[in-house]
């Protein structure tokens, strides 16, 4: 029998902090016991404690769903330096629960929900409907079906009593941060409220068909990427109806040929960090569990409940530091910096750590040279950017990163981590300077690319729920 989802603050907060309060008193008894014992078995012991804290921030993050799954589902994506190297195997196939397979809902819970939100039985909605999950979101469990007209679709219904559940994780987010840093202190309050400002909006999933449609009207007829279309009419707040697309996931992906990894790759790099300077938009939610490789080769994309429309004047100041980091231009990246009010204490910071700090999180994608990305080289990365243990960029860390660049530099992080999970070669710079400077495609997927942009008709504007931009190729520089 299926678990009550727990929904009420309270609730939600008494299981957290139990975990809390179990893990303090883990450390206690550890440092008690350790009294009088080697300094080998002084170190072996803290290893264990702490793998005991961060396989229980595991249970607990899968259990309770919400903001908690969700963060679970961005750590599965890094090989984070949480754990000693021959326990990290492990510890991600743990995490690997959080992104594919979170615990399941019966499906007479989830078949009342969608009941509920049509006003109809399933049998008037759907020919067929299998009762078995295909695959499991952080709010939701996802279903294939087929309508009357014999097409096979994808329902994705959320868990009676996630909005509840969600916006009780948010106001808990104080005692997230104490759970989690207990055992990853680079879970910043600056990471939380990232969360915060834009997870509620996956809770309506009429807002998400309709981004969906347009970003799969975006992409038709495009060579190698796919994003499945949506039936708004078959939607609601709580289900989700979209074209099913059979495909292999991540796990098979990663146990293909070398040559075949690198080409999902750069699909992958193309899709969430080409798209943002190429449309002004781009997904903010890039993990393994969202995509698949059909047969054809081309790669399907899934899940638009993080989708972010920016300005595209935020785009080219992102772009143009970009560029003044890899022509180590360090005196004009901080005061482009200054200038957009990330840096607000600029007697602080010194051009070189301004420059430092930036080629940390991109220097795989400036180096003109082909680059095997690792799942050290990703989380490596992203600790030495977030992990205020590290004495690093400590100046830059405590300046002010606007939301809207924040949202990107996420997506930037976990995609650099996708492509360490895939051990993915390429000349990531030679692919980034068609948007970062207008120039010709050397690989056969950027000329295919850069052919399909040509074929398309003049732009229009965006008219999501999000913010209207207009879409458009990056400016040259």
């Given amino acids: 029998m299926a678990k009550e989802l727990p929904t009420s603050r309270l609730t939600r907060g008494t299981k957290l902090g139990i975990a809390v309060a179990g893990n303090a008193l883990r450390a206690q008894k550890t440092r008690r016991s350790m009294r009088g014992r080697s300094e080998a078995v002084r170190e072996r012991m ?19 769903k919400g903001v908690a799954m969700k963060l679970g589902q961005m750590l599965s994506v890094l090989d984070l330096d949480l754990v000693p190297p021959e326990h990290r195997e492990r510890f991600q196939r743990r995490l690997a629960v959080l992104r594919d397979s979170a615990p399941s809902v019966s499906f007479e819970v989830m078949r009342a929900v969608i009941e509920e939100d049509f006003g109809k039985t399933l049998e008037e909605v759907f020919a067929d409907f299998e009762p078995e999950p295909i695959a499991a979101a952080s709010i939701g469990q996802v279903y294939r079906a087929k309508l009357h007209d014999g097409r096979t679709v994808v329902v994705k219904v959320q868990y009676p009593g996630i909005d509840a559940a969600v916006r009780a994780d948010l106001k808990n987010l104080a005692m997230f941060r104490r759970i989690l840093q207990s055992a990853m202190p680079w879970v910043t309050p600056a990471v939380l409220d990232e969360l915060r400002l834009n997870l509620e909006s996956e809770l309506d999933y009429v807002a998400e068909a309709n981004t969906q449609k347009q970003i799969a009207e975006l992409y038709r007829g495009h060579p190698f990427i796919v994003v499945p279309d949506t039936f708004p009419e078959l939607s609601s707040q709580r289900v989700l109806v979209s074209e099913y697309f059979p495909g292999r996931g991540f796990e098979e992906i990663r146990a293909l040929p070398a040559v075949e990894r690198d080409r999902v790759g750069e699909i992958i790099y193309r899709f969430y960090v080409g798209s943002l300077f190429t449309f002004n938009e781009f997904c903010g939610d890039p993990h393994p569990g969202n995509l698949l490789l059909g047969a054809d080769g081309r790669v399907a994309f899934l899940d638009f409940g993080l989708y972010n429309r920016m300005d595209p004047e935020h785009v080219e100041f992102e772009a143009t530091c970009i560029r003044a980091a890899a022509e180590d231009h360090a005196e004009e990246l901080r005061d482009l910096m200054i200038q957009r009010g990330v840096i607000d204490s600029p007697a602080e910071i010194t051009p070189e750590e301004c420059l430092e700090y930036v080629l940390a999180a ?66 990531w710079h030679r692919v980034a300077r068609e948007w970062l400077y207008g120039a010709e495609p050397v690989t056969e997927l950027g000329i295919a690319h850069r052919d399909w942009l040509n074929d398309q008709p003049a732009p229009t504007p965006t008219t999501g729920p999000k913010k209207k931009t207009t879409r458009k190729r990056a400016a040259k520089a």
């Avoid at 803290?46 to 259990?63: D, F, H, K, N, Y």
């Fill in 46 to 64: 803290a290893e264990e404690s702490m793998i005991r804290a961060t396989e229980q921030m595991v249970m607990v993050l899968g259990t309770m």
């Fill in 362 to 427: 991109c220097e795989w994608a400036l180096v003109d040279e082909d680059l095997t990305i690792t799942p050290e080289l990703a989380s490596g990365a992203f600790i030495l950017a977030v992990d205020p243990r590290a004495s690093e960029f400590s100046g830059m860390k405590q300046q002010n990163l606007p939301p809207e660049h924040l949202f990107s530099r996420r997506a930037d992080f976990l995609t650099f981590g996708m492509l360490g999970q895939l051990e993915a070669t390429g000349n």
